[in-house]
């Protein structure tokens, strides 16, 4: 969603946290009870009895503010909340069907998410609630890591607040668990020449179809007029039809399939030669789509018409899984 840059919480800045959180309750500040990763049911997980790598996901901002039993106004999603559960569980299994099936196992942590309506707030405010969030996701991977890995190499994939999040988790990860990490799917969320400059061991840009340990990330518009706040601050970008990173312009005819997913019979089918698309100011041009395609007017004030940021993680998603299995190759060769 928009760029943050999370305060490393020392001490003081827990209390500064806590004082804000605990003076403002009724203002939206709620916070419901962090999800207990022991526990299966904080989980989405889909094994593959003979797949030897992972997928770890984090999906985007799948809900709006509520009102709970007390009056209070939640700006976090609640993990005891089903229909909370209900939309991100629609999405995770969308994104193991469409990326993981058969092939990957997948790993997707339920976490206390920023709604839609958090994103109005100042950055000062912003910053702070984030860490919320964020800390659900690092203590969900480090769980991970600790019990369920078993040394696999591993994919992040997520999706705009998704993103967000894991940009701050790989700039945080350590080297033993890095040199496990084959690519990082940062999808529908800008990441800054800042934070490459910030992060050069971390945040390492792909450059093309096959090198590993690497960020892949993009945002796609139809035109100048769909430039939101998060297209506008993008720095890194790559082509997901060529997989490059300059401006050539890739037709219709390297367009495998965009997933067109049916919730009702949980499989998709493929939408081949859908757009040609070229790289323009570290966005994605797509010149083949109709805007209003992944138009929404309750949302239009942070995704204008033009803007495809609701397409972004399935758009090209034939494209992206090949390229996963490339990398994936890449990688297994290297430690051979």
């Given at each position: 969603?928009?760029?943050?840059?999370?305060?490393r919480?020392?001490?003081?800045?827990?209390?500064?946290?806590?004082s804000?959180?605990?003076?403002?309750?009724?203002?939206g500040?709620?916070?419901?009870?962090a999800p207990?990763y022991?526990?299966?049911?904080?989980?989405?997980?889909?094994?593959?009895?003979?797949?030897?790598?992972?997928?770890?996901?984090?999906?985007?901002?799948?809900?709006?503010?509520?009102?709970?039993?007390?009056?209070?106004?939640?700006f976090?999603?609640?993990?005891n909340?089903?229909?909370?559960?209900?939309?991100?569980t629609?999405?995770?299994r969308?994104?193991?069907?469409?990326?993981?099936?058969?092939?990957?196992?997948?790993?997707?942590?339920?976490?206390r998410?920023?709604?839609?309506?958090s994103?109005?707030?100042?950055?000062?405010?912003?910053n702070l609630?984030?860490?919320?969030?964020?800390?659900?996701v690092?203590?969900a991977f480090?769980?991970?890591?600790e019990?369920y890995?078993?040394?696999?190499?591993?994919?992040?994939?997520s999706h705009?607040?998704?993103?967000?999040?894991?940009?701050?988790?790989?700039?945080?990860?350590?080297?033993?668990?890095?040199?496990?990490?084959?690519?990082?799917?940062?999808?529908?969320?800008p990441?800054?020449?800042?934070?490459?400059?910030?992060n050069?061991?971390?945040?390492?840009?792909?450059?093309g179809?096959?090198?590993?340990?690497?960020v892949?990330?993009?945002?796609?518009?139809?035109?100048?007029?769909?430039?939101?706040?998060i297209?506008?601050k993008?720095?890194?970008?790559i082509?997901?039809?060529?997989?490059?990173t300059?401006?050539?312009f890739?037709s219709?005819?390297?367009?495998?399939?965009a997933?067109?997913?049916?919730i009702?019979?949980q499989t998709?089918?493929?939408?081949?030669?859908?757009t040609?698309?070229?790289?323009?100011n570290?966005?994605?041009?797509?010149?083949?789509?109709d805007p209003?395609m992944?138009?929404?007017?309750?949302?239009?004030?942070?995704?204008?018409?033009?803007c495809?940021?609701?397409?972004?993680?399935?758009l090209y998603?034939?494209?992206i899984?090949?390229?996963?299995?490339?990398?994936?190759?890449?990688?297994?060769?290297?430690?051979?």
């Amino acid at each position: 969603m928009i760029k943050l840059r999370y305060i490393r919480f020392s001490i003081s800045a827990v209390f500064i946290l806590l004082s804000f959180l605990s003076c403002n309750t009724n203002k939206g500040d709620y916070v419901p009870t962090a999800p207990d990763y022991t526990d299966t049911t904080s989980w989405f997980i889909d094994n593959v009895e003979s797949a030897a790598i992972d997928i770890f996901y984090v999906y985007p901002t799948v809900v709006n503010a509520k009102i709970n039993e007390r009056g209070d106004t939640l700006f976090y999603a609640d993990v005891n909340d089903s229909d909370y559960i209900k939309e991100a569980t629609v999405n995770q299994r969308a994104m193991q069907v469409i990326y993981a099936s058969d092939v990957y196992n997948f790993y997707s942590p339920y976490y206390r998410q920023l709604t839609f309506e958090s994103f109005k707030e100042n950055d000062s405010i912003l910053n702070l609630k984030a860490q919320i969030p964020v800390d659900d996701v690092i203590n969900a991977f480090n769980f991970y890591m600790e019990n369920y890995n078993e040394g696999h190499p591993f994919f992040l994939f997520s999706h705009s607040q998704g993103s967000m999040i894991l940009l701050d988790l790989l700039e945080q990860m350590n080297d033993e668990t890095f040199d496990l990490m084959i690519a990082a799917y940062l999808i529908g969320y800008p990441i800054t020449a800042n934070d490459v400059a910030d992060n050069p061991n971390r945040i390492i840009p792909a450059k093309g179809r096959r090198d590993f340990g690497c960020v892949i990330t993009f945002n796609s518009v139809t035109s100048d007029d769909g430039y939101s706040n998060i297209n506008k601050k993008a720095f890194l970008c790559i082509n997901p039809l060529n997989w490059k990173t300059d401006d050539s312009f890739a037709s219709e005819d390297y367009h495998l399939g965009a997933a067109i997913y049916d919730i009702n019979t949980q499989t998709y089918t493929l939408a081949k030669d859908f757009t040609g698309v070229y790289i323009e100011n570290h966005n994605l041009v797509c010149v083949d789509i109709d805007p209003q395609m992944a138009y929404i007017e309750e949302y239009k004030d942070m995704f204008p018409l033009g803007c495809l940021h609701f397409m972004d993680s399935w758009l090209y998603a034939k494209n992206i899984k090949v390229n996963m299995k490339d990398r994936a190759e890449s990688y297994i060769e290297s430690a051979e």
